[in-house]
């Protein structure tokens, strides 16, 4: 962000090609960067510099268009040509335009606001360590969309499916060279050089669609312009084929910066970091995905359902623990459901299914407040087998949260026990009250219709907090059915 205010600074005194250039890849750095952020971070600031930037940043991209055509014109034809003259005068008249445009842009960007923003975000942005695995999980997401839309670009030669490809492979180098120096200094050039073939042949399009626009007759001398065109776009092509293709790829250059065997600790480690920027409460957070956890594990231990033995089922419930208190920005929605469109709008991590994600996201949408239910229309639309796990990981979420309010701090303060009737949950450190014996008769409801199962509470108070008893003590009302 200082070198964006470099840059303006420089545009502002000399509008030359060099310093459109150079302000729109600062300004574009930005951007990319914070995009890449609030998958982690929505903080409403990251939004703001983006859109701080914008208008500015368009309005260069109109200037930068004409420089990037009148070069390609100059190019392809070197000689004196009719229609050439005639897009050069054109081009001459657009360019005067876009810089008083972007000249006015540029006098009202507010550099106070800038400058703020820079401030905090560079705070914000300490949650994710450059080469952690946090930063190594955005880069690797990237990696992973461009390489789709390289498969999809390579089943063609229109246009839009290489300049996704050309604005996927950007984002990639932008996170690289912003997240991941280390790797950058490995492969920047390697990813400068795809990007400046992909653009060469998003320029090429561009510019045939410039010509037919402006000639839509057909004549000889635009057949002859379509000719070149068309003959320096496949020579772009052929290069980056061979570029990509084989057993020297640039993507299995690329891809083996990022050992698969820490994709697992990669995703880990986005979890983390977003629990770390959205969890407004973490010390009670961190309680309920203990608690959360205990009761799986003792769950697991009186072997009450295959489920419990399943790694990637735990692996669920611990992900869906910690970011079970994720907080609501805006308040314009509760936080729940809130939790739950921000994760599934999110990019799946490494080594997970969108199946899986989902149940995270559905768990802690249905966390408290109204049960799932076929009244749900999204949820109804899930199988009956992910209504099934949603609900008990659900389920645990609620009486983990439900025990940590009535005061169990403790992991150990938790203890099931089988019964011929169903289970016996001893809270440790609960206060045997009417509020309390409320709290756990709402939570425990949705995990007894998921094991099939009745749980009883019995509330356990501390031993400093406990009376003296000169007779037997009465049945807890927890208990009372």
């Not at 008249?93 to 401030?119: G, H, Y």
């Not at 959360?292 to 692996?315: H, N, P, T, V």
């Not at 805006?330 to 149940?359: C, D, G, I, N």
Request: with cysteine; hydrophobic share 40%; aromatic share 6%.
């Amino acid at each position: 962000m200082n070198r964006a205010l470099e840059e303006l600074s420089a545009f502002r005194s000399e509008p030359d090609a060099a310093a459109v250039h150079d302000l729109r890849v600062a300004l574009r750095r930005c951007r990319s960067i914070a995009a890449a952020i609030e998958e982690i971070d929505p903080h409403s600031e990251w939004g703001e510099m983006r859109g701080c930037a914008r208008k500015l940043f368009r309005s260069l991209g109109d200037l930068r268009d004409t420089h990037v055509m009148t070069d390609w014109l100059n190019q392809l034809y070197p000689e004196d040509d009719a229609l050439k003259n005639q897009m050069l005068n054109w081009l001459a008249s657009e360019e005067i335009s876009a810089r008083e445009k972007a000249q006015r842009r540029a006098t009202r960007f507010d550099e106070k606001r800038w400058r703020e923003l820079s401030r905090s975000l560079s705070a914000r942005m300490r949650r994710i360590p450059s080469d952690g695995d946090a930063a190594y999980c955005l880069a690797l997401e990237r990696l992973e969309e461009a390489r789709e839309l390289h498969r999809r670009a390579m089943r063609t030669e229109t246009p839009q499916p290489w300049h996704a490809l050309r604005i996927g492979v950007k984002r990639f180098r932008y996170a690289v060279e912003c997240l991941l120096p280390r790797a950058h200094a490995e492969l920047g050039e390697s990813l400068k050089r795809v990007q400046d073939v992909l653009g060469n042949i998003h320029d090429l399009d561009v510019l045939a669609g410039m010509l037919k626009k402006a000639h839509k007759q057909a004549s000889d001398e635009n057949q002859d312009w379509e000719t070149r065109i068309a003959a320096e776009r496949q020579k772009n092509l052929q290069t980056y084929r061979q570029l990509a293709l084989g057993t020297a790829s640039i993507w299995n250059t690329w891809l083996s910066a990022f050992p698969r065997e820490n994709w697992e600790q990669y995703g880990t480690a986005r979890i983390r970091a977003t629990r770390a920027a959205m969890v407004a409460k973490p010390s009670r957070n961190l309680v309920v995905g203990r608690l959360a956890m205990r009761i799986w594990c003792q769950l697991r231990a009186l072997k009450i359902g295959e489920i419990f033995s399943d790694r990637k089922e735990r692996r669920i419930l611990e992900a869906a623990a910690r970011l079970s208190g994720i907080d609501n920005p805006s308040a314009k929605k509760s936080r729940e459901k809130f939790a739950r469109t921000f994760l599934l709008r999110s990019p799946v991590p490494p080594r997970w299914t969108f199946a899986e994600w989902e149940q995270v996201a559905w768990a802690i949408r249905f966390q408290w407040g109204a049960e799932p239910g076929l009244q749900q229309k999204r949820f109804s639309k899930l199988t009956e087998a992910q209504q099934a796990k949603i609900s008990l990981l659900a389920g645990i979420l609620r009486l983990a949260t439900a025990a940590q309010k009535c005061g169990v701090t403790s992991s150990t303060s938790l203890q099931i026990e089988a019964l011929p009737q169903g289970l016996l949950l001893r809270a440790g450190g609960v206060e045997d009250s009417p509020k309390n014996a409320a709290r756990f008769t709402e939570a425990k409801r949705l995990l007894e219709r998921s094991l099939g199962k009745t749980i009883l509470v019995q509330p356990e108070p501390s031993a400093v907090a406990e009376p003296k008893q000169e007779s037997e003590p009465p049945v807890p009302i927890s208990l009372i059915r």
